[in-house]
């Protein structure tokens, strides 16, 4: 089915993590080959008549050799000099085998989400319902106030008191229809947010971007990040006024 | 110890990577822009770059493209929203080192693509080094 497609050599030892990543990356345009180590792997890769593999796809926490030892090995074999590695998560990318028949760009963003993702629940969430998601995740927000209070302060002050004005500035551009500048401000939004654990806006501001990429109009999505923005300054809003635990 | 340089237009995530790896003991300087970075590892030593692919004035792709040029020996992870496998086979095709999608739910992800750029980097000084100090003792 994949015939002509590029090849990629998928290392993994667990068999369900191999047999995922090779579902996930056969879903997103590639003829997958899973083997269980870098034995297997250095063979596979010199198999005579077959093409050359265009990517490597390792696990991350591959035991014995690790990952780069091994793409240092392949890469000297004849021909394969420039062969690209990628880094699997651990574990199987749960639930994209249930989304590779329904929605295969979904499947291509999650295997990339996955790339180096930490588990394989980071792999699956990332695809998730909007309700999966939170408004405001405690665990990041800890994380980052753990960096220090007066940065934290800082930092998500200056994000709140920009966020009026950069969800003006993707009104203004979708109103003179500039999808690209919309889609760009959206998109720069959507990696603050994600990044101080605004879960929902980030999805809300991921859909926007996709809606003015694909060249409709934004403006549904647009109201929906300014509903998912509102409930996320309100929460970080609490979180600002509260002291920082053990303080 | 490697010495960072952290490269996005986005304040709160530059800021955030930032304090992440100081926390971790690497020596980090920032910049906005692949402008800016560019006079950064023309003026000092970089090991490693961790950079966003859409920035303004010259955006990632242009970035590795100039690393892969002019600064070969300088890794790069690729810090990015967008996550498209063909992204990030662009990127790894480009030269860098490793593809880490946003958000940063945790830092664990990057931590690995951080940590094995090191090891790579470690590996390469200590082998520089070996043939070195081979030619040194051949000249004495």
């Known amino acids: 089915m994949n015939d002509g497609c590029p090849r990629v050599l998928v290392v993994v030892?667990?068999?369900?993590?191999?047999?995922?990543?090779?579902?996930?990356?056969?879903?997103?345009?590639?003829?997958?080959?899973?083997?269980?180590?870098p034995p297997a792997a250095i063979l596979a890769a010199r198999r005579a008549g077959a093409p050359p593999p265009a990517l490597m796809a390792v696990e991350a926490g591959l035991k014995g050799m690790g990952p780069v030892l091994l793409a240092r090995a392949l890469r000297s074999l004849p021909g394969m000099g420039g062969l690209p590695l990628l880094l699997l998560g651990a574990g199987a990318p749960a639930g994209l085998e249930r989304s590779a028949s329904a929605d295969t760009p979904a499947v291509a963003g999650a295997a990339a989400r996955g790339l180096l993702a930490a588990s394989a629940s980071g792999v699956a969430a990332a695809p998730g319902a909007q309700s999966e998601q939170p408004v405001l995740d405690p665990a990041v927000v800890a994380?980052?106030?753990?960096?220090?209070?007066?940065?934290?302060?800082?930092?998500?002050?200056?994000?709140?008191?920009?966020?009026?004005?950069?969800?003006?500035?993707?009104?203004?551009?979708?109103?003179?229809?500039?999808l690209k500048g919309g889609g760009g401000i959206a998109h720069a939004l959507k990696g603050s947010s994600g990044s101080l654990g605004m879960g929902r806006l980030w999805q809300a501001c991921g859909t926007l971007e996709k809606?003015?990429?694909?060249?409709?109009?934004?403006?549904?999505a647009l109201a929906a990040v300014r509903t998912q923005a509102e409930a996320a300054a309100t929460a970080m809003r609490a979180v600002l006024a509260a002291p920082p635990a053990g303080a | 110890m490697a010495s960072i340089l952290v490269v996005d237009d986005d304040m709160v995530v530059r800021e955030?990577?930032?304090?992440?790896?100081?926390?971790?003991?690497?020596?980090?300087?920032?910049?906005?822009?692949?402008?800016?970075?560019?006079?950064?590892?023309?003026?000092?030593r970089i090991d490693l770059v961790v950079l966003d692919l859409e920035?303004?004035?010259?955006?990632?792709?242009?970035?590795?493209?100039?690393?892969?040029?002019?600064?070969?020996?300088?890794?790069?992870v690729v810090l990015t929203g967008s996550s498209s496998v063909q992204e990030?086979?662009?990127?790894?095709r480009a030269g860098a080192f490793a593809f880490v999608t946003k958000p940063l739910v945790d830092m664990a992800a990057l931590d690995r693509a951080?940590?094995?750029?090191?090891?790579?980097?470690?590996?390469?000084h200590d082998q520089l080094g070996f043939v070195r100090r081979r030619r040194l003792g051949a000249l004495l």
């Open chain 2, 88 to 92: 990030a086979l662009a990127c790894l």
């Open chain 1, 143 to 178: 994380r980052v106030r753990a960096y220090g209070e007066p940065m934290f302060q800082q930092l998500v002050g200056q994000y709140l008191d920009e966020l009026p004005q950069r969800l003006a500035q993707i009104e203004q551009a979708l109103g003179r229809g500039d």
């Open chain 2, 114 to 124: 951080v940590d094995l750029a090191v090891q790579v980097i470690a590996t390469w």
């Open chain 1, 13 to 37: 030892g667990d068999d369900t993590g191999r047999q995922g990543w090779c579902t996930a990356l056969g879903a997103a345009g590639f003829l997958p080959e899973g083997v269980d180590g």
């Open chain 2, 16 to 44: 955030l990577v930032a304090a992440h790896l100081r926390a971790r003991g690497f020596a980090v300087v920032d910049a906005p822009d692949g402008r800016a970075a560019q006079q950064m590892l023309e003026s000092r």
């Open chain 2, 55 to 76: 920035m303004p004035l010259m955006d990632g792709h242009q970035l590795l493209r100039w690393l892969r040029a002019e600064q070969p020996l300088v890794r790069a």
């Open chain 1, 211 to 220: 809606e003015c990429r694909e060249g409709r109009d934004g403006l549904p």
